[in-house]
C-alpha cells in the first residue's frame, strides 16, 4: 500500500514551508471586500480587481489581533476621519500565517491611512468630475430657503443624540418660533447610508408640498465612517432634489461629497437649527421693520393732511362768503332767464295751438266728406255683386255640404247636391 499521509500532517508540512521561505513582512495593496470586528480582533476580506472589467482576480484573508488593532485604529480613523469600510483601498504590511486547523491567512502589523486618504480623495474627485458633467452639482445652491421656512424634513437616525439635540434647540429658540418637524429614518452609518437616504428622500418627494426644506443630520456617535456620504447615487438625488437641503452630519474634517452637493452645510445638527432659526429671525426682523416703515409713513401722512385740514378749516369762512355771494348772484341770474324763457315758450305754444286747432277743425271736414264718397262707391260695389242680382238673370248656385261648386271634378257619383235658382232650391243626386 502507498505511503500517504493524514490532513493535519500535510498542513504542517505547508506551514513549515511558508514560515522558512515567507520570513518577512510585506505591504500590499487591495480592497476590502468586507471588514468586521470580534472580540477586539479585525477580519478583513481582501480582494483585487481587473481594472477594465472589474472582475475579482485575487482573494485573500486577513487578520489582525487587538493587541495591535487597538492601536492602528485610532491612529487610521483620525488621520482618515473614517473606518475600515466595505470598498476601501488600503495599504496593508502583513505577514503569513498558516495554521494546521484554520488554514492560510495574511496577519496584518500596520496600515498606512494616507494610501487611504489619496484614494478616497482620487475617488472623490471622480465623483466630483462627474456630477459637474452632468450639470448638477449647483443645483441645489441656485435654491434658496424660503423666508418662512417652518415645516423640516428631518433625515436623521430615530435614536441619534443630534437629532434630540436638533429638535431641542428648535423648540427652545429665543423668539418663541414654531417649527413642524417629521423624521424620516435612515441609517447614518455603515454600508447602508446610502440607500437608507435616498429613500428617506423618495418619501419626502411624494409629500413635497408639506415641506419649506430638508435637513440630514448625523451626530451622538463615532466621528469616523462618513465613506456612505461619499457616493455618487446619493449626491445625484441630493442635487436634483427640488427642495434645499441643509446638512449637518457633525464632523470637522474636508467636506465630504454630500456637503458639497447640499444646499448649505453645517457642522452640527444644533447649528442646522441655529440656521433655521436665524433665517425666521432675520424675516421677523425684516417684517417689525417693515412695520415701523409703514407705521412711521402712516403717522407722517396724517401730520401732513392734519396740517392741510387745518388751514382749510380757517380759509372755509371766507371761502364759503365768497361761493355765497357769488352763487346768489348765479342764481338770481337763472331765475331771471327762467322766468323770461317760461313767457317767450308759453307766447310760442299758445299760437301754435290754435294754428293746430283751426287746421284739425279744416281737416276734419275734408276727411269725413272723403269717407262719405267711398261709402257711396262701396255701396254701389256691394249691390252689382249682389248673388240675387245674377239669379235674375237666370244663374244659378250649386253648393254641395253648403260651399259652392266652381269644378265638376269635385263631384263623386252619389254625392248629394243643392242648386239654387232666383225662385226656388232644386237638390239632385249626382249618378
Not at 235 to 249: M, R
Not at 278 to 288: E, K, P, S
Request: net charge negative; with cysteine.
Amino acid at each position: 500500500m502507498q505511503k500517504h499521509l493524514t490532513l493535519y500532517e500535510l498542513n504542517g508540512l505547508v506551514r513549515k514551508v511558508i514560515e522558512t521561505t515567507l520570513t518577512q513582512e510585506y505591504w500590499v495593496e487591495a480592497e476590502l471586500s468586507e471588514c468586521r470586528e470580534n472580540h477586539g480582533h479585525c477580519y478583513m476580506e481582501l480582494i483585487e480587481k481587473e481594472g477594465a472589467s472589474n472582475t475579482p482576480v485575487a482573494k485573500a484573508s486577513a487578520k489582525c489581533w487587538r493587541s495591535t488593532w487597538m492601536v492602528i485604529r485610532p491612529y487610521f480613523e483620525r488621520i482618515t476621519g473614517q473606518s475600515l469600510a466595505k470598498g476601501m483601498k488600503v495599504l496593508l504590511r502583513v505577514y503569513p500565517q498558516f495554521h494546521e486547523q484554520y488554514g492560510f491567512s495574511w496577519i496584518v502589523t500596520d496600515i498606512n491611512p494616507e494610501f487611504t486618504l489619496g484614494d478616497m480623495a482620487r475617488k472623490r474627485q471622480e465623483i466630483i468630475r462627474q456630477l459637474k458633467s452632468e450639470g448638477v452639482f449647483d443645483l441645489q445652491k441656485e435654491l434658496v430657503i424660503p423666508m418662512f421656512a417652518q415645516n423640516i424634513a428631518v433625515i436623521s437616525s430615530a435614536t441619534a443624540a443630534g437629532y434630540g439635540d436638533f429638535c431641542n434647540q428648535l423648540s427652545d429658540n429665543d423668539y418663541g418660533f414654531v417649527f413642524q418637524t417629521e423624521l424620516f429614518t435612515a441609517v447614518m452609518q455603515g454600508e447602508r447610508v446610502e440607500e437608507s437616504v435616498i429613500a428617506a428622500l423618495d418619501r419626502i418627494n411624494d409629500r413635497i408640498d408639506d415641506f419649506d426644506v430638508v435637513v440630514i443630520i448625523r451626530g451622538g456617535g463615532g466621528t469616523a465612517d462618513f465613506s456612505g456620504f461619499d457616493t455618487l447615487a446619493l449626491a445625484e438625488n441630493v442635487a436634483n432634489f427640488p427642495l434645499p437641503i441643509i446638512t449637518g452630519i457633525g464632523h470637522d474634517r474636508d467636506e465630504c461629497v454630500l456637503d458639497m452637493v447640499s444646499n448649505t452645510r453645517v457642522k452640527t445638527p444644533t447649528a442646522a437649527a441655529a440656521l433655521l432659526i436665524d433665517n425666521l429671525a432675520r424675516v421677523y426682523t425684516f417684517l417689525q421693520d417693515a412695520q415701523n416703515a409703514i407705521v412711521n409713513n402712516i403717522e407722517h401722512a396724517l401730520d401732513y393732511e392734519k396740517m392741510r385740514l387745518d388751514r382749510l378749516v380757517r380759509q372755509i369762512p371766507l371761502l364759503f362768503s365768497m361761493v355765497k355771494t357769488k352763487e346768489e348772484a348765479r342764481l338770481e341770474n337763472a331765475a331771471m332767464a327762467l322766468r323770461s324763457a317760461s313767457d317767450a315758450c308759453m307766447q310760442s305754444k299758445r299760437l301754435a295751438y290754435t294754428t293746430v286747432v283751426r287746421l284739425l277743425h279744416n281737416a276734419q271736414g275734408h276727411l269725413l266728406d272723403d269717407y262719405r264718397n267711398h261709402l257711396k262707391q262701396l255701396e254701389l260695389q256691394l249691390r252689382t255683386l249682389d248673388p240675387k242680382r245674377m239669379l235674375r238673370y237666370g244663374y244659378s248656385i250649386t253648393r254641395i255640404n253648403g260651399h259652392a261648386i266652381r269644378d265638376a271634378k269635385e263631384l263623386k257619383p252619389g254625392s248629394e247636391i243643392e242648386t239654387t235658382l232666383e225662385k226656388g232650391t232644386i237638390k239632385s243626386i249626382v249618378r
